[in-house]
């Protein structure tokens, strides 16, 4: 520590305040660093330096150098470096008004080969440990650094030790809060999509894998399906939660128009573009971009977009400037983009860069065993959304849902249930208050118990993607009696040909 009876100069005392205020302002580590390395550089007028930190294993990492190549700052910091050595070594700070001539420093290779002249080198402290040296020298002016250079920065490097502390502590409880916040994920999955059948949780596996990255997303299935819902919980759970969610629907629109509404516009470029218009491309920056219906756009169209997603970069319409944007894709479509490309609508290369990865949504009579849980939330839903108490719903009309093939998918059955709270009189919704073809079906044909079982069996397997070992789970059966019926049945057989 300095003694009492050294003084420190005015400009200094005021070096000293600003580190301070750095502590409850700059919690980001590097951002910190770089603020103590100017701080004392531009003080004590050093020509050029380096601030090392010793990290968990022992090695010298070379933070922030200036005026200086980090290469050179690494070689001068290393274990066999004269210097830096010493002053992590004795924990003591170390002061040359002529390094060349200093007998300190004799044979010294950085100092004869630089040909540096003052130097002055202070271990950071916390609690008597050393956590790294703060380094600075000239090779212009012998007399630069003194006695109060020294004293300065011994109360310079206590109050950055404690700085640097707090802002690597608040990186790691950030960096577990985040990895705390991908665990509770992987646990609870995503509950603004609801589904527990073996298509959903396939979906949902993809899903997870893909949260952190900013890979190129093809979500296909039919329409209501709910392709926009996972394209919001992928953007809202993922790295780019707090920038921004667009979507744009690109089926049934203009060329022209749904070029101006991706990309913007300049003022005068077609008649009625009477001032500058941002893209959504542009407003998307930094985050998800979501394209409704991709197969719809037209070839020029294709083209700008694979260039944004080629180069990052566009083109507003009437511009000659080219603007950078940074944005995940998420694109969608309810047609077979394969078949697209075969017969030439859409272009190939364009394909491979949206199909990085791909998701199909399953459709409702394709996850029957999630109708349930799509009926209480929808009626849950309703219930908040009108301040009531949720109703119920009676056999009859489950029945009816779970035979129904929902062409609309859950976007229909969110609309039917809508439609028969309003529709319905009373606390439980009955078939009267549905308004669905088979609705009225009231009397089912009988069918023999041995018809019924098939029908279960084949629904399960469906469900379980063709895993036979997790439809005698689901079912409750051994594998073997679940291949002995699907023998019976001549199902999963492999058919013989009759020419051979």
């Not at 630069?144 to 404690?162: G, I, K, M, R, Y």
């Not at 609870?188 to 894998?209: A, W």
């Not at 629904?459 to 073997?480: I, P, Q």
Request: hydrophobic residues 40%; glycine residues 6%.
């Amino acid at each position: 520590m300095p003694n009492r009876d050294q003084v420190i100069d005015p400009e200094q005392i005021h070096a000293l305040l600003d580190i301070v205020q750095a502590i409850n302002s700059i919690p980001q580590i590097q951002s910190l660093l770089d603020k103590v390395m100017d701080i004392a550089l531009t003080t004590i007028k050093a020509e050029r330096g380096f601030l090392v930190l010793k990290e968990e294993d022992g090695n010298l990492n070379v933070a922030v150098a200036r005026n200086m190549s980090a290469g050179l700052a690494e070689q001068m910091a290393k274990p066999s470096a004269s210097i830096v050595n010493r002053v992590l070594n004795e924990v003591t700070p170390l002061l040359s008004h002529d390094a060349v001539t200093d007998p300190r420093f004799l044979g010294s290779e950085s100092v004869i080969i630089q040909k540096i002249t003052s130097v002055a080198c202070v271990p950071l402290t916390l609690k008597g440990n050393p956590i790294g040296v703060i380094y600075l020298d000239s090779t212009l002016d012998r007399q630069l650094f003194n006695e109060s250079t020294l004293t300065f920065l011994q109360l310079f490097v206590n109050q950055a030790a404690l700085s640097i502390e707090n802002a690597r502590l608040i990186e790691k409880l950030q960096l577990e809060n985040r990895l705390l916040q991908t665990e509770l994920q992987k646990t609870y999955g995503f509950p603004e999509i609801i589904g527990v059948s073996p298509r959903m949780q396939s979906v949902f596996e993809i899903m997870r894998k893909i949260l952190s990255s900013d890979i190129s997303l093809l979500l296909q299935g039919e329409s209501g399906t709910g392709k926009e819902l996972v394209a919001r919980a992928i953007h809202y759970n993922g790295q780019r939660r707090d920038k921004p969610f667009v979507a744009q629907f690109c089926g049934n629109l203009s060329e022209n128009l749904l070029e101006s509404e991706l990309f913007g516009h300049k003022k005068g470029s077609f008649t009625g573009a009477i001032v500058d218009k941002r893209g959504l491309f542009e407003i998307a920056d930094g985050g998800t971009f979501f394209l409704d219906e991709i197969a719809d756009i037209s070839p020029a169209i294709q083209a700008k977009l694979l260039r944004v997603l080629q180069e990052g970069s566009f083109r507003r319409v009437g511009d000659t400037e080219d603007r950078k944007v940074d944005v995940r894709i998420i694109s969608a479509t309810n047609k077979d983009l394969k078949a697209e490309v075969k017969r030439g609508a859409f272009r190939e290369d364009l394909f491979y860069r949206l199909n990085v990865i791909t998701i199909t949504m399953p459709p409702l009579r394709e996850r029957r065993s999630d109708i349930r849980l799509l009926v209480q939330h929808f009626l849950n839903k309703v219930a908040t959304r009108s301040g009531q108490k949720p109703k119920r719903i009676s056999t009859d009309v489950m029945k009816a849902f779970e035979r129904y093939h929902w062409p609309g998918n859950v976007r229909e059955l969110e609309n039917t249930i809508e439609r028969s709270v309003v529709l319905s009189s009373q606390d439980v919704i009955t078939i009267d208050d549905l308004l669905i073809p088979d609705a009225e079906e009231r009397e089912i044909e009988p069918r023999s118990l041995k018809d019924q079982e098939k029908e279960i069996v084949l629904r399960t397997l469906e469900e379980c993607e063709g895993n036979k070992t997790r439809s005698s789970e689901v079912l409750g059966v051994s594998l073997r009696w679940l291949h002995y019926k699907l023998n019976e049945w001549n199902i999963g057989k492999p058919r013989r040909d009759s020419n051979h």
